[in-house]
């Protein structure tokens, strides 16, 4: 069974640093697209940032320069560097990972239960 888990979430002061870290377990699959959304409250879930097998990464214009993806394809995780977090920053932050079963032989989109970051003084 292929579960995605968030961790790193927590409350940070305006202008400060947080980490996210999602582990994708399970067995008979291959990663491709890994990616973080987010979703404030009352508003609809939108991309953060994604990024390839191969390392290419993709930024939503409000994140650029402060926030950064990256993975361990040996550790099947994907992690998310948020600095100069602001107010509006605050928001669930959910993983997200296309995967390749390979006894089904077909691509499927799997999330994260989200974790919640806070940004406030």
């Known amino acids: 069974q292929v579960q995605l888990v968030e961790s790193g979430g927590g409350l940070v002061q305006p202008g400060g640093s947080l980490r996210l870290s999602c582990v994708v377990s399970?067995?008979?699959?291959?990663?491709?697209?890994m990616g973080w959304y987010r979703q404030a409250p009352g508003k609809q879930r939108d991309m953060v940032a994604t990024i390839s097998t191969g390392g290419t990464t993709n930024y939503d214009d409000s994140v650029k320069g402060r926030f950064t993806i990256s993975r361990d394809n040996a550790k099947n995780t994907v992690y998310l560097q948020m600095n100069s977090l602001q107010p509006e920053d605050t928001a669930v932050y959910f993983c997200?990972?296309?995967?390749?079963?390979?006894?089904?032989?077909?691509?499927?989109?799997?999330w994260g239960k989200g974790a919640l970051v806070t940004v406030s003084s």
């Open positions: 997200n990972a296309e995967l390749f079963d390979f006894r089904l032989s077909y691509h499927r989109t799997y």
């Open positions: 399970g067995s008979g699959f291959s990663i491709n697209l």
